[in-house]
């Protein structure tokens, strides 16, 4: 068969998962005559017969989503928890899980990067160490077009509070009893206020006619508190009839003590990847932040603040990374800087552990420096400054850094560091740079500038951050080639 002829994008048909590609894609090969047509299917697992629809089609492979597991692989096994789209993998063993995402991301890495012999460098795999109900925030979306897993039925006019079904937009599955991925009792309580919001008459959100009361149920957790923080996001329609006081009580005579705070968001902004918290919002009870603890130290958290989903396996990751930057000697006299620093969480920890190492943090939101200030003034930690900046624009301002710094910790988004910065980055001379990452194949892509830069990759560890999805994160220490 010729490849042109096996189908178009927008085709749904019938795929053997084979193999596991980086990021959590699975493979399916067609023989075709002029070889083995590839398909990566997302979230798609070794084993699985599955139905895919074509995304993107080029001439020796295509891209797929997920649309149902159609026979079980042999890995999976069965589970108390309901799936959901955000935990392909809970059917598939832990141990399972590692084993394909070590391989998948050490191949990428070493390609990307062109390091041949990535395993000399590799350090090690960092396991979560809680395997379910390990997140602190979770989004769950309404919809009166509800899809119906057992039959497979999408109904219209209908009031469902739960996930958005696998590849779709505009229909959500009900959850009907915990997922697993966050806390349980808050999960077992949802039916009920489906239920609730159900019997107030106000429709859910028409995803397609972008019309509707109830939007979302966007919901934080402090482990160390082993609180939640409740935002309900609905639209100005109809809102007169909402009563929010009752929707308080209800909340608070079956959760009780855990709830930290409620608060209401009115959100017109019928995009459908706007914001969830864009729109105007009021505390309706208690407090509008939860506090975390990570390392022993304590971090305001509001639940617009960024904040690691899995805090043990947080702690975990940044000490490692931390322990690569105290491998080396850092004299009094040099500076360590935390680029992209978020609420200074690393920076913290940093000035921590080693009193008397001038530390700087510098991320481009300046909300999230405000937090990073006050969470160092609460700590108590000393020799931490913080600076609303482009990490690029920063670097250019600071020409008096250079030849001062002992090591860079660099904890990018997704996309990895512009080109341009990081050039800044390199310009700056550092002896040692420890590189965070939530995309081991950016990352990559940045190694390979590095090396190119003089720098020599030392040692590389994966933390499992999110059991159950495709997502793995990776630490990377790099030491300067002296000339």
């Not at 993998?89 to 832990?94: D, G, H, K, N, T």
């Not at 469902?160 to 697993?180: D, I, Q, Y």
């Not at 017109?268 to 864009?278: F, G, Q, T």
Request: one cysteine or more; glycine letters at 6%.
């Amino acid at each position: 068969m010729n490849a042109k002829k096996l189908f178009n994008r927008g085709d749904i048909i019938e795929l053997e998962i084979v193999d596991y590609s980086f990021g959590g894609r699975g493979i399916a090969k067609i023989p075709t005559e002029d070889g083995n047509f590839i398909v990566f299917v997302d979230n798609a697992f070794p084993g699985q017969t599955v139905s895919a629809k074509i995304t993107t089609k080029r001439k020796k492979h295509a891209e797929a989503n997920l649309i149902d597991v159609l026979i079980r692989s042999s890995y999976e096994t069965e589970t108390q928890f309901q799936e959901i789209s955000g935990g392909p993998y809970v059917r598939i063993p832990l141990s399972i899980q590692a084993k394909y995402k070590q391989k998948s991301t050490l191949d990428t890495f070493s390609r990307l990067a062109g390091i041949k012999d990535i395993e000399s460098v590799f350090d090690s795999f960092i396991e979560s160490p809680d395997a379910y109900f390990y997140r602190n925030k979770m989004e769950y979306s309404f919809s009166s077009i509800e899809h119906v897993p057992e039959t497979g039925e999408e109904l219209d006019d209908a009031f469902a509070l739960g996930f958005k079904r696998r590849g779709t937009w505009w229909k959500v599955e009900n959850l009907k009893k915990p997922s697993g991925l966050f806390d349980e009792q808050w999960e077992t309580f949802i039916c009920k206020i489906q239920d609730y919001l159900q019997k107030t008459n106000l429709p859910a959100w028409h995803p397609p006619k972008k019309t509707g009361f109830f939007r979302h149920l966007v919901v934080r957790k402090s482990f160390d508190q082993n609180q939640l923080l409740i935002n309900l996001v609905t639209s100005s329609e109809d809102f007169n009839k909402f009563n929010r006081e009752a929707f308080v009580a209800f909340i608070l005579s079956e959760m009780g003590d855990r709830i930290a705070g409620i608060q209401h968001t009115i959100n017109d902004n019928v995009a459908d990847r706007a914001k969830i918290e864009n729109g105007e919002s009021k505390l309706l009870y208690g407090k509008p932040v939860v506090t975390e603890k990570l390392v022993g130290l304590s971090f305001e958290i509001s639940m617009e603040s960024f904040f690691q989903t899995n805090p043990a396996c947080a702690e975990l990751l940044y000490n490692r990374a931390l322990n690569y930057v105290f491998e080396e000697d850092i004299n009094s006299d040099k500076v360590v800087l935390d680029l992209f620093c978020g609420t200074g969480t690393i920076g913290q920890i940093l000035a921590k552990r080693s009193e008397g190492i001038r530390v700087i943090g510098v991320d481009i939101v300046p909300e999230a420096i405000e937090d990073a200030k006050r969470n160092a003034e609460v700590n108590k930690i000393e020799g931490l400054e913080f600076f609303a900046a482009d990490v690029g624009k920063f670097l250019k301002d600071k020409p008096e850094l250079t030849g001062k710094i002992a090591s860079i910790i660099l904890d990018p988004p997704r996309a990895g560091i512009a080109p341009k910065t990081l050039q800044k980055v390199i310009d700056l001379g550092a002896e040692n740079i420890v590189y965070i990452s939530c995309n081991p194949s950016t990352q990559a892509r940045d190694t390979d500038t590095l090396i190119q830069a003089g720098y020599k990759l030392l040692k590389f560890s994966l933390a499992d951050q999110f059991p159950h999805t495709g997502h793995i994160e990776s630490i990377a220490k790099f030491k300067k080639i002296q000339e």
